[in-house]
């Protein structure tokens, strides 16, 4: 699994996403390449801005009214996402081909009715692939044990607001499996919960997804997280992906400049990343070229002048910079 | 730039405001200056029998009323005695009901929930109601108009007082400065009430509107305002019975009351919309 | 689910106790301690001072106030809210045989309001910024500046007096239907009473449309920013990006938290209707609470006021608690004890 060949589902290209506000053009996307394959857990890792977001709102396309794909192919299993027409992409892709796993469990769910009810809506309206034959309330019970909530009968009834973190955070990586989907994105799903929670979740989640032939896109700014559940992993900084690897190797062997910073910037590779010396950059004027230049010390005026193309550099490691690191 | 210079900026732009202080502005100097601006002063109270129910000409702009008075200068004179009864009732409301806010909200004991309690007692019968009681209670006037409207809508103030005190007091700064030893008073004055000085603002200029309306209906009614006096309300009333001939009787003043609400609306509006950025409704 | 809503049933409606004991003592107050002679404003204009001790004596306001709070409060529980100077029969009949009037108009305003401002409050917050949006709003800020009596008068005399589809006041113009409720349309209905509903419905059109204006406006803005605000929640988000049909997301799952917002103001919208109802029926004449109201102060007719008084705050505080007890049962967070 290296992101390449004809294993691939969901390959984005030069995706370019603007966003058109009172103070002027946000550039928030610049020509991001990504691919992730059957059954690869893909890591996206950045700091807040970086366009990790955009990127996968941009693939479901539920971006906000403001927002425009100027430039860009994105495919799942072939099939061009941008120009499918919008009923089919609700049908077929939304929900069914790719599910997410939103960030806030809290407020991604419908505080006035119960866990319950948003299910089976989903198995209504969404089919159950991932779970096999039944009535609609049977299948909910039984992903309900899939994700190891305990008493699953008692607690359909309740709501958002009576669950725990933890349990509501399962509730939505049931929710996302159920239809059994090709593709999961999670955005961020261990960061409104607290460092024990976090582990069983991140457990539960590997012993989901490994080995079933389902592909995650993981979204996080958290290095240690990422370790342990990506088979790959994206750097991104200010809307541009920099580098991309098979995570020891990322970790061991980094070729990008911002990589390494990123990963010195945190003693043991442990933990989120903190802001790095430098100004980060404004979407509305951003940097030409490579957005990172400004603050890398190995950047000279060609930098400024052209965003380099990904090159590979070993099996499945791809930086995107005219000075590399050595290996 | 300092926060007065940027608030007056973001009010100049803000359309909504800017015409809505126009309108007032308007009122106001017609208020003060009703004396001169009208073409006719002496109908206010001056009656010219010969003169009665002309329509709107060059000499009359709005007509005559059935006492021959000049409608045009009676309203000027009428914007004189609205603007000074919704500006003591509403005056008097802040007075009263902003302190009961910060102490109910600030405190977190019995006073405070009989302080609120009370407020629900006024605010449980329609305003218009408990004002007619009031005012007939004491005698219909002017002046009972103006007590009974500072008695009953002071509770809104207490309200939203009592509520952004409580928000406030969850932030930790406020138990940062008690901590630091500043009596309770000083911490009420000089930290909370700046913060709730905005939607005190809002308020007032929301209840200026309501006030108006509801002076108005009072003067309608003969519960507040009698006649000679030029009330607009008490107009209305007395063209009941001149329709549909004599239109412009009952139809200027009606016109005059919706500007005048309109214009302290609007301001509401605009105000609330620069004070406070937790509303703004423009993003996806 | 069903003990806490029971539970939070009970509660609700033992708060609204010392809600109306309370407007029971401020009406005490004003009635009693404010004027300068509470006798002499019960007997009226046209008693003599023989007449008003007579009355001080009777009705007990020689008495300490202690007692006459504990009189007061005796009256009331025996439903004696004394006798009005107007009709001659007691407040409480008089005020009984005009509810029906008002309730059905201010039913019927209601109705309008909601039926009109929600659906149009939706397409508003849907079709944001849109020619229509504006429009509507330009329409909702100019509606709470208009003064509902003048606005009645205006239609008055457009429809009633220079058009002349409308009669000028009044309920019916025919016999009324046989009473079954007291509200004409109603029983006109379901005694099949053609001539007598239509007639009502004529006579009833005016009166609605100006009363239920400015409710209108407010329901209105709120359904949209409740809308809106919903709208912007993240779970509407994860709705679309899971891909559940739109109808669905709007109709189950959107509604029903922007409703919260709606039937917050219907108990509010509910005051504002009853104040607005005093003016309204004056202005065309309805033979309602209103109506009565007009009439008592034009003879300062005291036991009336304080009757309506009373009376309109406890309705008020009912509306609000069954509007409570609605809240209650749409949003679950708000049964939590």
Redesign the interface.
């Known amino acids: 699994m290296d992101g390449s060949g004809n294993n691939v589902l969901l390959n984005v290209n030069r995706l370019t996403v603007h966003f058109h506000t009172d103070r002027g053009l946000v550039r928030a996307l610049d020509h991001a390449d990504l691919r992730v394959s059957r059954g690869e857990v893909v890591g996206l890792i950045g700091e807040s801005g970086s366009g990790k977001s955009t990127l996968a709102?941009s693939v479901?396309r539920?971006l906000p009214f403001s927002a425009e794909i100027a430039e860009g192919e994105i495919s799942l299993s072939g099939e061009d996402l941008l120009a499918m027409k919008e009923s089919d992409?609700?049908?077929r892709?939304?929900?069914?081909g790719i599910?997410?796993i939103?960030q806030?469990p809290f407020?991604?769910?419908?505080?006035?009715?119960?866990i319950g009810t948003q299910m089976e809506?989903?198995v209504r309206?969404?089919g159950s692939a991932g779970i096999g034959e039944g009535p609609a309330g049977a299948k909910v019970i039984e992903i309900l044990e899939r994700v190891q909530i305990p008493s699953p009968r008692d607690q359909i009834?309740k709501?958002p607001?009576?669950l725990s973190g933890g349990q509501r955070q399962r509730i939505l990586i049931a929710?996302a499996l159920l239809p059994g989907p090709a593709l999961v994105i999670a955005d961020e799903p261990t960061t409104a919960l607290d460092v024990t929670v976090e582990a069983q979740i991140l457990q539960l989640m590997k012993s989901l997804v490994l080995g079933k032939g389902i592909s995650v896109l993981f979204i996080t700014h958290d290095l240690g997280v990422a370790s342990q559940i990506c088979h790959r992993i994206v750097v991104m900084y200010a809307g541009q992906d920099m580098e991309e690897a098979p995570v020891d190797v990322l970790f061991s062997n980094p070729r990008h400049p911002y990589t390494k910073e990123l990963l010195e910037s945190l003693p043991n590779a442990e933990g989120t990343i903190r802001d790095i010396p430098g100004e980060v950059p404004n979407l509305i004027q951003p940097p030409p070229g490579c957005r990172f230049h400004p603050r890398c010390s190995r950047a000279n005026n060609l930098c400024a002048l052209v965003l380099p193309e990904k090159k590979t550099v070993a099996e499945g490691h791809r930086v995107r910079c005219l000075y590399p690191l050595e290996a | 730039m300092t926060g007065l210079k940027l608030t007056w900026r973001k009010f100049s732009r803000d359309r909504l405001a800017f015409t809505g202080s126009l309108i007032i502005l308007s009122l106001v100097f017609t208020a003060v200056l009703a004396g001169v601006l009208a073409p006719y002063p002496e109908d206010v109270y001056s009656i010219h029998p010969g003169e009665r129910l002309q329509p709107p000409s060059s000499r009359h702009f709005f007509g005559t009323d059935n006492m021959g008075r000049d409608i045009f200068s009676r309203l000027l004179f009428g914007a004189r005695i609205t603007l000074i009864i919704s500006i003591i009732a509403v005056g008097a409301s802040m007075l009263i009901g902003v302190p009961l806010g910060l102490l109910a909200g600030y405190y977190e004991n019995w006073f405070s929930e009989a302080i609120m309690?009370?407020a629900?007692?006024?605010l449980?019968?329609?305003?218009?109601?408990?004002a007619?009681?009031?005012a007939?209670?004491?005698g219909?006037s002017i002046h009972s108009v103006i007590l009974a409207l500072s008695v009953t809508y002071w509770p809104w103030f207490t309200r939203i007082v009592f509520a952004e005190t409580r928000t406030l007091k969850k932030a930790s700064f406020i138990e940062a400065t008690e901590a630091l030893g500043a009596s309770r008073i000083r911490t009420m004055l000089l930290h909370v009430l700046p913060n709730v000085s905005s939607s005190i603002i809002v308020r007032s200029s929301i209840g200026m509107?309501f006030t108006i309306?509801t002076a108005?209906?009072l003067g309608?009614?003969?519960?507040g305002a009698q006649p000679p006096t030029p009330e607009w309300?008490v107009t209305?009333a007395e063209?009941?019975q001149f329709?549909?001939d004599a239109?412009w009787y009952?139809?200027f003043?009606?016109l005059a009351?919706?500007?005048v609400?309109?214009g302290f609306?609007?301001l509401g509006?605009g105000l609330r919309d620069i004070l406070d950025p937790r509303i703004r409704?423009g993003?996806? | 689910?069903h003990k806490n809503n029971l539970t939070f049933i009970l509660k609700r409606i033992l708060y609204a106790v010392?809600?109306?004991a309370?407007?029971l003592?401020?009406?005490f107050v004003?009635?009693r301690i404010?004027?300068a002679d509470p006798a002499a404003?019960v007997a009226g204009e046209m008693a003599t001072p023989q007449q008003v001790e007579e009355l001080r004596r009777q009705h007990g306001f020689d008495r300490p106030l202690h007692v006459q709070l504990l009189l007061y409060f005796g009256q009331l529980l025996r439903g004696d809210l004394g006798k009005s100077l107007y009709t001659g029969r007691s407040v409480f009949s008089d005020l009984m045989d005009r509810f029906p009037a008002t309730l059905e108009l201010t039913l019927v305003s209601m109705f309008l309001s909601i039926a009109v401002g929600i659906p149009l409050g939706i397409v508003a917050a849907l079709k944001r910024n849109s020619y229509l949006d504006h429009l509507l709003r330009g329409f909702t800020?100019?509606g709470?500046?208009?003064?509902?009596?003048?606005?009645g008068?205006?239609l008055?005399?457009l429809f009633g007096?220079?058009i002349g589809i409308a009669p000028l006041g009044q309920r019916i113009g025919v016999d009324p239907p046989a009473t079954v409720t007291g509200l004409y349309l109603l029983d006109a209905a379901m005694t099949l009473n053609g001539e007598a509903f239509l007639s009502a419905l004529k006579h009833i059109a005016l009166p609605a449309l100006t009363l239920s204006f400015s409710s209108f406006a407010t329901i209105t803005r709120f359904t949209r920013?409740g809308v809106?605000d919903v709208i912007?929640?993240?779970?509407v988000?994860?709705?679309?990006?899971?891909?559940?049909?739109?109808r669905?997301v709007i109709y189950?799952?959107l509604l029903?938290?922007a409703l919260?917002s709606t039937v917050t103001q219907i108990g509010l919208l509910f005051?504002?209707l009853?104040?607005g109802t005093?003016?309204i029926e004056?202005?065309f004449d309805w033979p309602g609470l209103g109506l009565y109201?007009?009439n008592a102060?034009?003879l300062?007719d005291?036991q009336a006021?304080?009757g309506?008084?009373l009376w309109?705050?406890v309705i008020?505080?009912t509306m609000?608690l069954l509007v409570d007890i609605a809240l209650g049962l749409?949003?679950?967070?708000k049964t939590?004890l």
């Not at chain 1, 407020?107 to 119960?114: A, E, G, K, R």
């Not at chain 2, 449980?124 to 408990?130: G, M, R, V, Y």
């Not at chain 2, 309608?220 to 519960?223: I, K, P, R, W, Y």
């Not at chain 3, 912007?232 to 779970?235: A, L, T, Y």
């Open positions: 709102r479901l539920i992409l609700n049908n892709v939304r929900g069914r599910t997410l939103p806030d407020t991604s769910l419908n505080p006035v009715y119960s809506d989903i309206w969404k009834g709501y607001h009576q929710m | 309690r009370v629900d007692v006024f449980s019968i329609p305003q218009i109601i408990l007619i009681f009031l007939q209670s004491l219909p509107g309306l108005a209906a309608f009614l003969g519960a309300g209305i063209s009941r329709l549909p239109w009952a139809t003043p009606g009351i919706f500007v609400v309109m609306n609007m509006d409704r993003f996806e | 689910m010392p809600a109306i309370g407007l003592i401020l009406a004003i009635s404010i004027p404003l800020v100019a709470l500046a208009i003064a509902s009596f003048w606005l008068l205006m008055q005399l007096m220079w920013s809106l912007q929640e993240d779970f988000l994860y709705e679309r990006a899971m891909g559940l049909p739109p669905l189950k799952y029903r938290n919260i005051g504002l009853l104040a005093v003016v004056t202005v109201a007009y102060i034009i300062s005291y006021i304080l309506i008084t309109a705050g008020y505080v609000n749409i949003d679950p967070r939590e």
